[in-house]
């Protein structure tokens, strides 16, 4: 294993990745329902306290062998990336709804997905803030799809009107690059069209920049969030 | 009950919220360790499939009654608001961290707290939309501990350098009102210093002040998210 500013380089064979995805993907999923359940739920007290009691003990049992902290990003030799502990995309983490992002090297990156009672922030609507998550990710897609990984360095989010739960699409591409920085633009729609628009730019950070640098044997990871 | 663009007037006393706040508090809270516990386990196969099932199950269960929709905001007879879904400071979503928000009357707001593996972004780094959606809420709750709740118009987000996971507090007040306009500021900060800075408007959108000014019964929500 070879580390790179939390970049785990693991050389975990396609195949085994593939397992992996095809065991903590549907745990996961089944945790989003979960989750939804208990926003949701009106059954009796005493179902309520057993349930926790439930989930207490699977809990323990899955933590009895753990990683010592979250899980970063890890990648192979081939560089696929595998960001499954992200807060939007990750495959094992129950917050992301998750997105499954889809890029073209021009710059382009989008995504449809579908967002329920975990995700509201004015009654039977997206939260401001969870819209904001999303475009953040996407546009960082889209300027790492555009060649130029980086970290958000200014994010700009401008409401037209509140975004339904529901069924979503999400766009992003590149406008420009000046330097180490990169401009994507980007909004969310439902089937009515846009309802937030957004601007960020994204900056490979000097420490990064220098790491990469001097790692000679690494390879670059293919975003950096 | 009383209904008023989703938000409900159900007159739960008191005394019933604290017995629910108490039931569904703890349950949530197990999920959250739950969310943690499956990014981070390296349990066997088996376990894995065996905590499947047994979360599925649990989930079949507290659907058995349950409420059609997301949970909206509740608030009873005296005002108090309920925003038990919020994907901020829900206490029923296990999304939410939750933010505890504390609010002054001249305009300002803010929330020690602590994130973990389920909100990371860059490897050990708080992802910057989740830094986003916790400013979108906590300077929506300035906007509305100033007298003037509102959805956000705007939201200007600036990346100073990387949030680390762990303990963080997020600070925010009113910088001024223009007409249905309110301008907060504010910022996430760990032990170093300022990590992100915010500023935002927040609309309370015409549809809604209709609607405040029909509702000759209905008393004002606290906070719209």
Known sequence: MQRMAGFVQDDVPA????????????????????????????????????????????TQRLRKQQMAGPYGIRFNGEGHGRPWGNAVVGLRNAIAPPLEIHRDPAGRAWADFRLGAAYEGPPSLVHGGVAALILDQVLGEAAGAGGKPGMTGTLILRYRRGTPLGELRCEAHVDRVEGVKTFAVGHIADAEGVTVEAEGVFILPRWARELLEDEEDGRPPERFE
């Open 15 to 58: 195949e085994e990745i593939a397992r992996q995805a095809a065991l903590y993907g549907p745990l996961a999923q089944s945790v989003r329902e979960l989750v939804d359940a208990v926003i949701r739920t009106e059954a009796d007290d005493a179902d309520i306290e057993t349930a926790r009691e439930e989930i207490d003990a699977i």
